[in-house]
């Protein structure tokens, strides 16, 4: 059965290969995009490769452009968009943390509470939360971020129980990427150097963190996107979608494992 799916953050990544993928299984495919210019990019990438996307910009910290969804009939909502923000917990800006709280999870929630809406109206419809295995593991230097993702599964967590308490056939799942070469992880641990000068307690180590990011990223990365992009095409098409989808699978493997060990 053909769906109507919205997927945030569709210019890039695994948002954009998601996109395509579901567009060439058949669904309606309303790929959303925090910019004019990733919007009219996406849809000459779509016009090229003759797939049939529907693509608008949808900056989801932005109660105007989040307000379009209520005239959708979404069947599922991919909450795919996301920011990184890296440095210690110890020392890195307030205001930063709030802003990737904003994208990450408040602009994520407010959006979904949209979508809701219309499903629970309608007795069905599916909500998926891309959170991170970030969101399960607490990772050193990147807390900012990690943070954000630990109450994005949290909130889908509980969210899928109100969801089941309600009755109305919707059903709520987690996607968590493992490291996937996509440049976000990248951009994301760069961001600190930006603002950590002589003043940081971590200055003197900074060379030191660069390198070890580097080896760290390079030997954990995906090199593609595929294997995520399957567990969401998976849980979108799902009647009943498992809690958590995660991907790649040794990654998850790593995190059973960690938890396990109370890492
Ligand atoms: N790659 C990984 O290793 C990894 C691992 C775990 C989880 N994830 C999660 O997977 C999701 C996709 O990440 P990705 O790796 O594909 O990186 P990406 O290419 O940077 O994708 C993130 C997308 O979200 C967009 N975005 C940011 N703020 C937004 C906003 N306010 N409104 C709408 N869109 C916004 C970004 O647009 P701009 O380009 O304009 O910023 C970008 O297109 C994210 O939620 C990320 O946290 C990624």
Redesign the pocket.
């Known amino acids: 059965m053909t769906k109507t799916i919205l997927i ?10 998601a996109a395509f993928a579901l567009a060439a299984r058949g669904h309606r495919v309303l790929a ?4 004019q210019a ?1 919007a009219d990019a996406l849809r000459a990438e779509a016009g090229t490769r003759g797939v049939a996307l529907e693509v608008c910009k ?5 109660a105007a ?1 989040r307000a379009q969804v209520l005239g959708w009939p979404v069947d599922v909502l991919i ?6 923000e890296s440095g210690s917990l110890a020392e890195v800006d307030m205001a930063r943390i709030r802003q990737v709280f ?3 999870v408040f ?1 994520t929630l407010a959006l979904t509470q949209l979508a809701l809406r219309g499903m629970i109206e309608r007795h069905t419809g599916t909500v998926l939360f ?5 969101g399960r593991l607490p990772m050193p230097f990147l807390m900012p ?1 990690s943070m954000t ?1 630990f109450a994005l599964s949290a909130a889908a967590a509980g969210l899928r129980e109100e969801m089941d308490q309600l009755g109305k056939g919707v059903q709520i799942a987690v ?11 990248q ?1 994301m641990t760069e961001r600190k150097y930006a603002w950590m000068d002589e003043k940081s307690y971590f200055y003197g180590q900074a060379e030191a963190m660069k390198a070890k990011e580097k080896r760290t990223f390079a030997f954990l ?2 090199r593609s ?1 595929d294997s ?1 992009v399957a567990k969401i095409v998976q849980a979108s098409e799902a009647a009943r979608p498992r809690l958590r989808y995660v991907a790649p699978w040794a990654q998850g493997v790593m995190v059973r494992l960690a938890r396990i060990l109370g890492v």
């Open positions: 945030t953050g569709a210019g890039s990544g695994i948002g954009r290969d959303s995009t925090q910019t990733q949808l900056d989801i910290t932005d452009d909450n795919n968009a996301g920011m990184g904003e994208v990450n602009g891309v959170s991170s295995i970030a971020y993702k996607i968590e990427p493992g490291a996937i070469h996509t440049g976000f992880n951009q990365e995906a996107t995520i």
